[in-house]
């Protein structure tokens, strides 16, 4: 088994106490994910086209706390199997009308927080505003080539 096949088959762990933790731009090709975020936030790029095709599956356990997806234009998003204690929700403001694309089935638990859909300008904008695209930028001017923290979908 190679590196890649190996990271695509793995669940990949987000975890975030008390701090902000970015995952942006192509940084995995796996697609099965598990977040726990306590009093914290994590924003998790799912735009990338090295995630391999079919389901996204994404399980919290989320303490109040935020965790905010960055997902392509078309995808849809399956939040049937969270389960709720106290106030939160799911805010996806720009979700698709057809169905079609990829599907991002959420399951797990939230108490108290929320998770955040964002799509097309949203998602860009939201990974613009971070340290990694800064650092993005600076190795795109030096290499000569094109940013992808902000597009995942652009060749570096």
Excluded: C
Excluded at 10 to 16: D, F, L, M, S
Excluded at 89 to 97: F, H, I, L, N, Q
Excluded at 103 to 120: D, F, H, L, M, N
């Amino acid at each position: 088994m190679t590196l890649l096949e190996h990271a695509t088959a793995e669940t990949v762990r987000i975890h975030a106490d008390h701090t902000v933790t970015k995952h942006l731009g192509n940084w995995t090709t796996a697609r099965t994910f598990q977040v726990r975020a306590r009093r914290g936030s994590a924003v998790v790029d799912l735009r990338s086209p090295k995630i391999a095709e079919g389901d996204i599956e994404l399980n919290v356990d989320i303490d109040h706390a935020m965790v905010k997806l960055l997902l392509p234009a078309d995808a849809t998003v399956d939040q049937w199997g969270v389960q709720w204690t106290g106030t939160g929700k799911v805010k996806d403001g720009e979700a698709p009308t057809a169905q079609g694309g990829r599907r991002v089935r959420i399951t797990g638990r939230v108490s108290g927080g929320e998770i955040r859909i964002q799509r097309g300008g949203m998602a860009t904008l939201s990974a613009m505003f971070s340290r990694a695209y800064l650092e993005d930028l600076k190795r795109a001017h030096r290499d000569g080539a094109m940013p992808t923290v902000d597009d995942p979908t652009r060749d570096a």
